[in-house]
DNA sequence: GAGTTCATGTAACCGGTTACATGATTAG
DNA sequence: CTAATCATGTAACCGGTTACATGAACTC
């Protein structure tokens, strides 16, 4: 069980996919465009090379499916080693501290009074907008998790992280609102 | 007014702390880690060189003050340009998603079914305690903030940054003990 | 005909982070 | 005696994103 370093993360996120069940490359992407993609997304820049590693360290294996038109597909599945790997990472701690992505919403907001307050509202209206978009899309989902089978160890896990997004995407709505009004209050 | 392409979004963060009165290089980086810290840092790697672009520019005004056994100050401070460019950049609408940090937390929380429940638990409960740390800085600095002078401008955009920070940690904190109790129920 | 999907992969670019270099003063 | 603070700046590293290359099949 070599060590990883560097693009760890993203070669456990891989992993990770890859104990639901066989991938590609091209088709871990498409899965995390669906379900991880609010919290952790990886492009093929990242995806391919680090499958390449994985394999080299014995992690995943492959299989190649012969297609005609399109490249081989490659179809990866983890080993029982790549299962040792991911479990002794799942019970290490993080010492990622607690902060938001850089927020350029917030850094207008910040610097607000150098404007009209008209333009801020303005701004945290857009923001309201995409931030109901999204909310819809973690109802759906959850929508979708509760009608599945409930022996699937996997969906517990997987509503308590879609209940994150739902949580705070809630709850940033509702600051939109105040935050709007407090502005329209002082005009 | 030349265009700034590339490293924008770290000079207009420069020129929002200039707007506030002249800094240093090096004030500005301790300035924003009390305030714009959750959402917006930047390190001197980024903000030496932001501020001699915007000097090239004529966005910022340099005033060198002689001291001896440190280097020498460079008092930098906005100019009309600059606060036209800061205005600009304002009142720009954003096209940024509504997308969160890759989040380690959540991704272990998603494969959680590969390890033991109370394992996540524990990660969930030590994410709690920073949640909690956090929230009482945003909880210090509303307090501060409400102190202030009434009629500084900036007060209550920088009452609303904060609010944000405020209701997103409280939720996540909530989110925290619900997940908490939901893996319990079902050990 | 144009654009999207499937499917692989690499190369270049670009920005953010860390470490290094310098060096006096003050606090523990 | 060590570490932190003030104060500037550069260089190297590293990872993430975008674009490119290839090419058949299918949809609009």
Chains 1, 2 share one sequence.
């Not at 498409?30 to 379900?35: D, G, P």
């Not at 012969?66 to 002794?88: A, C, F, V």
């Not at 009608?147 to 809630?170: A, C, H, M, V």
Request: charged share 25%; with cysteine; glycine share 6%.
């Amino acid at each position: 069980m070599a060590s990883l370093s560097a693009k760890e993360n993203t070669m456990l996120a891989i992993l990770g996919i890859l104990t639901i069940g066989p991938h590609t490359g091209y088709d871990i992407k498409q899965h995390m465009e669906q379900s991880t993609q609010y919290f952790w997304k990886e492009n093929y820049g990242q995806i391919y090379p680090g499958l390449a590693e994985l394999l080299k360290n014995k992690d995943v294996a492959v299989r190649v499916q012969r297609q005609d038109g399109k490249p081989d597909k490659k179809i990866y599945s983890i080993t029982e080693q790549g299962k040792q790997l991911l479990n002794n990472w799942l019970s290490q701690p993080m010492e990622h501290m607690v902060m938001l992505k850089k927020n350029e919403l917030l850094l207008k907001v910040f610097f607000g009074s150098n404007t009209s307050a008209d333009i801020i509202i303005g701004h945290i209206l857009d923001h309201k907008k995409k931030l109901e978009e999204a909310l819809q899309i973690f109802l759906g989902l959850e929508e979708w998790l509760l009608k599945q089978e409930t022996d699937d160890p996997n969906i517990k896990y997987w509503l308590i992280t879609n209940d994150y997004g739902k949580r705070q995407f809630s709850s940033l709505i509702h600051w939109c609102d105040d935050s709007i009004s407090l502005l329209n209050k002082s005009i």
